[in-house]
């Protein structure tokens, strides 16, 4: 018997929105401000009962993953280790991104400030630094410049993450650390008193990438 296909609508297709972003910024960082959307709403959907729904139907990412690692097949489909599904390192890890978001903010603080020079640098993996001094940011302040390189510096990093662990695990991986996900779960959980997944009615799909 063959499998009836579905008809795509725009929701489809928000991977392309996703793969707009990381290209406009690197062309004019500035752009990497866009990115709050991606941070912003997911939780915004959540809080106002909408649970997972951003995951489920709208994220770009998620779908980008999907396209690479089983369209484009370049995902080797394996089982992810048990201890980068367990809690303590998707909620560890949902404090380290949290501390970097904040270390963000307070350089973006003390360049608002002049207590410190606008630094041009992408810095991937909070390491490694590549210097990126070509997009025009004479029209805006540096602390507005500064935001957009420490911000756009996590996305690539998280987009990154997202990509090796497709590459060696199921397309969906990245899907079970996800900070954005951690988040809207952990909301999802709060506001309907859940505390195991197996009575869950949501198509949340954390445990199964
Ligand atoms: S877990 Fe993260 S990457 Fe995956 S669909 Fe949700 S927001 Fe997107």
């Not at 707009?20 to 009962?49: D, K």
């Not at 599904?85 to 998707?90: N, P, Q």
């Not at 603080?109 to 997009?135: G, P």
């Amino acid at each position: 018997m063959t499998k009836k296909k579905t008809k795509k609508t725009w929701k489809d297709y928000m991977w392309i929105i996703s793969l707009t972003y990381l290209i406009l910024g690197f062309f004019n960082i500035l752009f990497a401000w866009l990115g709050l959307l991606c941070f912003f709403i997911p939780l915004f959907i959540s809080i106002f009962g909408g649970g997972r729904k951003y995951c489920n139907t709208y994220c770009g990412r998620g779908q980008m993953l999907n396209i690479l690692g089983k369209d484009l097949k370049l995902s080797k489909h394996k089982d992810m280790p048990n201890f980068l599904k367990s809690k303590y390192f998707r909620y560890g890890f949902l404090a380290f991104f949290m501390s970097m978001f904040i270390v963000i903010i307070f350089n973006t603080y003390l360049v608002f400030s002049n207590a410190r020079d606008l630094k041009q640098v992408i810095t991937l993996f909070w390491s490694f630094k590549l210097l990126f001094a070509f997009s025009d940011i004479s029209s805006v302040s540096p602390w507005v410049a500064q935001f957009a390189y420490g911000f756009y510096s996590m996305m690539l990093t998280s987009t990154i993450l997202g990509i090796i662990t497709m590459l060696l695990y199921k397309p969906k991986s990245w899907c079970v650390y996800c900070p954005m996900g951690t988040m809207t779960q952990l909301i999802s959980k709060m506001q309907y008193k859940e505390n195991n997944c197996s009575d869950c009615n949501s198509t949340c799909n954390i445990n199964k990438p």
